[in-house]
């Protein structure tokens, strides 16, 4: 029997993802604390039951009491219950991508940390992923039942005090730390032992669980993370309600492959119901698709969703990544579950134009802007090199995709070095951002580029050929062999105006006496500048422009 709306409007589903350094115990925490398990559940992939690590996302749930804090503003409980989906992700570091897919997910983290061995480099790569996508986490040290009884307190409180210490300079830095035993024995031992810890770590989480984002309202966005088919019933494809809200008979498009299709039936945890809402985990069944067309990826209303072909988005470097961010370098992408190579190129605001140092960085949401102009910068500029205070200036990325890339306006960007070693101790994350403007032309080079007003800084020095000094007429100087550039740059500027009190200048083309051919010519430069200026040498150059003396 389907569920109805009204009855499942009374179950607040609240996502939790489980994280850590592959061999912490995190598939046999979630084994511990789930009553439900989806299709993908622990370790269920052959794969990964051959070689004893989660090599994908595994999804289960149990539900408890609505706790008393989850009210509304009226003061009135909205729920009944409240359902913990547990993703479990995968922990090597060749799986970054798995990892960075389910963080994005997830209302709350819980870190699985393996109390003998400690924070290993997967421990700080997932905590740093957990930063940026989520804003709740607790911290679990896990195999416990490995230490010495008599010296089991002492151990947990001295890696206790160093987790706290290690997280001061993150937005963690008072998250409850707990310590469990979910596999008393190891994951091959006989299910002859209780999990230690297990109750009380139940009750961590419902104390630590807040009223997430929940609106049915606008256009469906759903993240597919598996498709399969069921004989005689069709292809369900399970994920999580990003926003929107969905029901049976509805039409949803799956944008990458432009194939649209009806809802049979929707389920959550085998279960029947109606329709499902923003934060719900769903498998939808559709009828006529190949489900090895799409192993993960983006569900929507049709018509909602962009395919991109390059995009600009805000920037801010990951402090943990000791490499540089340079301009023309290629990054690995993540846009949700997709990861993509792009082309990197960084830009700010002119010195003129850069305001007084904030004491708090600007918001990655705001709003870009092409009706200023922009400075362009061989790397992405950071306080932290300049040993300067204060967070760094505002910059923009624009990112010219290998691929096309299909994602949602102000969704998280992420941009990584995944080919770094992965035995290295190094963070391979670079920057994050949000995707402020796409690209949807495949032609954007030449239809919608032009109007981002870059310019890049010259310094050039020129012989002076003549000059005039007719009082109370501005100097006028003519400079010669300043440049030495193809003519067809130069073939919309042999006119131009010319400002005297913004130091704009006149261009020809040619060597003194005379017009000649453009290619491969050297330049006749005229500045018309105020008599306080005393310059031969010009600073910075845009589109013919003398900007600066």
Known sequence: MTESPDSRAKTLNFNVGVLGHVDSGKTSLARALSSTASTAAFDKNPQSRERGITLDLGFSSFTVDCPDHLRDNKGQQQYDSLQFTLVDCPGHASLIRTIIGGAQIIDLMMLVVDVVKGVQTQTAECLLIGELTCPRMVVVLNKIDLLPPNKRQSAIEKMTKRLHKTLESTRFKECPVIAVAAKPGGPEAPELEEPQGVPELIELLKKQTYLPKRDAKGDLLMAVDHCF?????????????????????????????????????????????????????????????????????????????????????????????????????????????????????????????????????????????????????????????????????EQWALLEFERPVTCPALCLVIGSKLDTDIHANACRLAFQGCLLHGFEDKSYAETSLPQLRIFKTKHKEGQVERYCNCTPAPLTILCWACFRLPGEFFRDLKRTSCDPVSGDCLLRSGPPGGQRSLVGLQLTIILVIDYSTNILMINQLKNGHILKY
């Open 229 to 393: 088919s069921i004989r005689g019933q069709g292809t369900v494809m399970t994920g999580t309600i990003l926003q929107g809200s969905l029901a049976i008979n509805d039409t949803v498009e799956i944008p990458v492959l432009k194939v649209t299709k009806k809802i049979k039936s929707v389920q959550m945890f085998r279960k029947p119901v109606s329709g499902a809402m923003q934060g719900d985990r769903v498998g939808v069944c559709v009828t006529q698709f190949d489900p090895k067309l799409l192993e993960r990826g983006l569900v929507c209303t049709p018509g909602s969703l962009r395919t991109l072909y390059a995009a600009i988005i805000s920037t801010r470097k990951i402090g943990y990544f000791k490499g540089s961010l340079s301009t023309r370098a290629k990054f690995h992408i993540t846009v949700g579950h997709e990861t993509v190579m792009a082309k990197v190129t960084f830009f700010g605001l002119p010195p003129a134009d850069t305001e007084p140092t904030p004491s708090e960085p600007s918001s990655l949401e705001t709003p870009f802007t092409f009706d200023r102009e922009y400075s362009y910068q061989d790397e992405y500029v950071s306080r932290q090199k300049e040993a300067a205070s204060g967070p760094d200036p």
